[in-house]
């Protein structure tokens, strides 16, 4: 079963959506307990407990840094990874409006990355979109073919956030070196689970997908990478973030990554070992059910399925009931109704989806019995559907 000292989980139940949001790491809350008192005044002040407060903010700067493989002058912190990526994705396109305006993105980017080059359109920019395979890879060849003359930037995730599949990073990087376009990686979800890619110019990451609190994001801006703030000028963060900073938070961030890099540099290999199980088990288990991503190249602790014949919410809700907290791959909802634009670029099936992202020290037995009792959910969930004639 779950480790009940798990924060926020019921008694009893299995948590499986480290994808969306990964528990609270130990080491960030020693780490925001003990800031809360020592780095609370305004880090830009010259008095003695705002130079306390600064010495913080530039150790945690320093370390998050040394985790990137970056220049502590390299790193600000924003308010969210969604803060991040549109400071790195408008900034580098602001940059660079004398070389042009063309975008590229991969078809399976993040939504924010989306938006943010919705807001380019908008403005008279363009955008090419790179597609992916069925696994949900982007070919770099094809990126490559879409840079031209007159792109201002290319965006590429580090690993998809819906299927887990590793993207080609160096090869496009490569590319992009070759075009002399600015590269931005957006490393939200597999920074702490896997080494950081290289080749970036730009890097965005949020802090509660390792563990450390809500409401602190990384980006991160090689030298000599041309960037201008699509927001009004200010003075914090070397003039990419605007706003008070939140020290303690910050302080906690940067203790949860190193910590929680340690820790799946440990784990890494027994929790994709889980997932290899999941993998081949719930096909054998559930008849007419697809898993999608790739099998090999992808992050260790993520594995999303689809469910022929079953609504996903209505899985959800049942296995939430048998003690597991999953989430879908897909992003529709009753609101909504609209597919994952993940899985529609993919090809793969877009409904009955359920995604589970396994946490740092996920228990084994809870796999076991996550694998046990799915088979009967599905079929129970499948015979309503059934007999309602739907």
């Avoid at 780095?39 to 913080?56: E, H, I, K, M, S």
């Avoid at 590429?156 to 002399?180: D, F, I, K, W, Y």
Wanted: hydrophobic fraction near 45%.
């Amino acid at each position: 079963m779950a480790d009940p000292s798990t924060p926020g989980a019921p008694s009893g139940a299995a948590y499986f959506d480290a994808a969306s949001t990964e528990p609270p790491h130990p080491a960030a809350r020693a780490a925001l307990l003990e800031a809360l008192d020592a780095g609370w005044a305004d880090p830009a002040r010259l008095y003695g407990t705002a130079r306390g407060a600064r010495l913080l903010l530039d150790r945690a700067r320093a370390r998050v840094a040394g985790v990137l493989g970056a220049r502590a002058d390299e790193v600000s912190f924003t308010s969210s990874g969604t803060q991040a990526v549109h400071l790195a994705v408008l900034g580098g396109l602001q940059a660079r409006r004398r070389v042009g305006r063309h975008l590229v993105v991969g078809a399976v980017e993040h939504s924010s990355v989306l938006h943010a080059a919705e807001r380019h359109e908008r403005d008279g920019g363009e955008v090419t979109v790179v597609g992916v395979d069925r696994a949900g890879r982007a070919d770099p060849e094809e990126f490559a073919a879409a840079l031209r003359p007159d792109t201002a930037l290319a965006c590429l995730q580090s690993a998809n956030h819906e299927v887990g599949t590793v993207q080609p990073v160096a090869e496009v990087a490569e590319a992009c070196r070759a075009a002399r376009v600015p590269l931005f990686v957006d490393a939200a979800q597999s920074l702490g689970r896997a080494d950081v890619p290289g080749g970036w110019s730009f890097l965005a990451g949020s802090a509660h997908k390792w563990g450390g609190p809500a409401g602190v994001g990384v980006l991160a801006v090689r030298k000599g990478t041309r960037w201008r703030s699509p927001l009004p000028d200010d003075e914090r963060e070397g003039r990419r973030v605007p706003g008070f900073e939140n020290v303690p938070a910050i302080v906690a961030a940067a203790a949860a990554l190193e910590a929680y890099r340690a820790d799946m540099a440990a784990d890494a290999p027994r929790v994709s070992a889980l997932v290899d199980r999941i993998r081949a088990e719930v096909p054998r288990a559930v008849p007419d059910v697809e898993v999608v991503g790739d099998p090999v190249r992808r992050l260790p602790h993520l594995v999303t399925f689809s469910c022929l014949y079953v609504e996903g919410e209505a899985l959800l809700t049942e296995l939430d009931r048998l003690g597991f907290a999953v989430s879908s791959g897909s992003s529709c909802t009753a609101d909504t109704l609209r597919p994952s634009h993940v899985l529609e670029a993919m090809g793969v099936i877009t409904h009955g989806n359920v995604r589970v992202s396994l946490p740092r020290g996920v228990d084994a037995a809870d796999v076991d019995r996550f694998l046990a009792v799915l088979p009967g959910a599905v079929a129970r969930l499948r015979e309503t559907m059934r007999t309602a004639g739907r």
